[in-house]
Each structure stands twice: as structure tokens, then as C-alpha cells.
């Protein structure tokens, strides 16, 4: 299963962008790229996944360039309540279970 | 949809008790996994099922762990003889696969149990 290498830990400020980059460079060709998000006391939320280029929902974008070796997650308009941690994850059908590694923590500031 | 749902929510007992974890799922998922997280880290998975079927255990589930999912619903987590080092938080997803799909399957947790052992 792919390693996932991330920043250990961010700050912002309410209102800002945040984007979090995620390294993958032993992606397999069948791999997607998933983001959970993780409150405290909480277990992981799902918030996005793609496989190549972009993708967008309400809560976030997923950015991915073409060598899929890394990808990054932005954040919109960052508030407080998006003070939690930060998963990325690599794995595709075929993979059952999830492999977290220790996250972003990111943290708003107001 | 009611979530998945873990009890107790939290858990003290002595060193070399037994405790007993459960988790309910999302009523139509028949997969289950347990992940177990301690302080700093992401989960780390422990089992899983399919229905009622134990399909991977992890290296990390000692003899002293043992789950059943025994008619394919809910689940039950249980660890002997408590450690200290078996102080975490033990989380419970499930998921519905996606069939042909290609995409991993969304995985969607429980509050957690939060286990202190003394």
C-alpha cells in the first residue's frame, strides 16, 4: 500500500485558503486519493476523493497533477470549526482497509 | 440513517480485567472494520468483516483481542486481560462496497470507545 507524507501540522486564520499537500510517490495505477477529517473525540469524516486532476464538493477541492505523486486539499474560507486533523489516503477497490498515517493538524486561529 | 454507533463511550477498568466494546453499524453496510487510535496518531486498523465472516485480522490483534460480528449486524470487541498499553480510543466504521466501482469504498466511523486502563 502507498505511504502518504504529509505536513505534521498548520495554521491559519479564519477567512483564509488552506491548502494541505499530500505526498504519494509509490501511487499505484489503481490507487484513488481519499481526505478524511478528524475532530477531536470524533472518528475520521470522509471529505473528498478523485483520481486524477480535480475534483470539487461542498466542503472542498482536490487537487492532483498529472504524475499523481502527490495531491492537495483546499480548504476554502477556513472558520474555527475547521480546526481538526487531516488524513490523506491512497488505496482503490481493492483495498479494504484504511492506512491513516499521523495526519495535518490544522489549527484556526480568529 | 443513524450512524454508527459505539458503547460504552468510554471505558476505566483495572489492569487484567476483561473488556467487552460494541458497535453498531449502518444498518445496510455489511462491512465492519475496528481501528484502534492512540494519542497523536491516525487509526490503525485491527479487523474487519464482511457480513458475518472475519475476513483480516491484523498483527496488531493479539491472542488477548477477539471480535465476532455473529449475524452479520452488529459487533463485538473484546480484550482479556487488559494492558496498559491497551489504553486507546477503539474505533468502529462500516462501509457498503461500491461494487464494479474503482474508488475505495467511503468508510464512515463511530464516535469511538475511549479505553483507560489502570
Redesign the interface.
Given at each position: 500500500l502507498a505511504k502518504t507524507t504529509q505536513p505534521i501540522s498548520m495554521d491559519s486564520y479564519e477567512g483564509q485558503e488552506v491548502n494541505i499537500t499530500c505526498s504519494h510517490n509509490n501511487i499505484a495505477t489503481?490507487?484513488?486519493i481519499?481526505w478524511y477529517q478528524q475532530f477531536p473525540?470524533?472518528?475520521?469524516?470522509?471529505i473528498i476523493?478523485g483520481?486524477k486532476t480535480k475534483v470539487t464538493n461542498e466542503v472542498a477541492s482536490l487537487f492532483i497533477p498529472a504524475d499523481r505523486k502527490s495531491s492537495t486539499l483546499s480548504l476554502p474560507r477556513v472558520s474555527l470549526s475547521d480546526t481538526a486533523?487531516y488524513?490523506c489516503?491512497v488505496?482503490?477497490?481493492n483495498?479494504?482497509?484504511?492506512?491513516?498515517?499521523?495526519?495535518t493538524r490544522l489549527q484556526v486561529f480568529p | 440513517d443513524t450512524g454508527?454507533s459505539q458503547n460504552p463511550r468510554h471505558k476505566i477498568t483495572k489492569r487484567g480485567q476483561n473488556v467487552t466494546f460494541r458497535c453498531d453499524p449502518i444498518s445496510e453496510h455489511n462491512?465492519l472494520?475496528w481501528?484502534r487510535q492512540t494519542l497523536?496518531?491516525?487509526?490503525?486498523?485491527l479487523t474487519?468483516f464482511q457480513n458475518e465472516a472475519q475476513?483480516?485480522k491484523?498483527r496488531l490483534l493479539s491472542d488477548r483481542f477477539s471480535a465476532e460480528r455473529p449475524k452479520g449486524s452488529f459487533s463485538t470487541l473484546e480484550i482479556q486481560r487488559t494492558e496498559q498499553g491497551d489504553s486507546a480510543?477503539y474505533?468502529?466504521?462500516s462501509s457498503q462496497?461500491?461494487g464494479q466501482?474503482?474508488?475505495?469504498?467511503?468508510?464512515?466511523?463511530?464516535?469511538?470507545t475511549?479505553l483507560l486502563v489502570l
Open positions: 489503481n490507487d484513488y481519499t473525540s470524533q472518528g475520521p469524516r470522509f476523493q483520481y486533523v488524513y489516503l488505496g482503490g477497490s483495498t479494504d482497509k484504511l492506512i491513516f498515517g499521523t495526519g | 454508527v462491512r472494520y481501528y497523536g496518531q491516525g487509526p490503525e486498523f474487519y475476513l483480516e491484523s480510543m474505533l468502529c466504521a462496497p461500491y466501482a474503482l474508488e475505495q469504498e467511503t468508510q464512515y466511523f463511530g464516535p469511538g475511549r
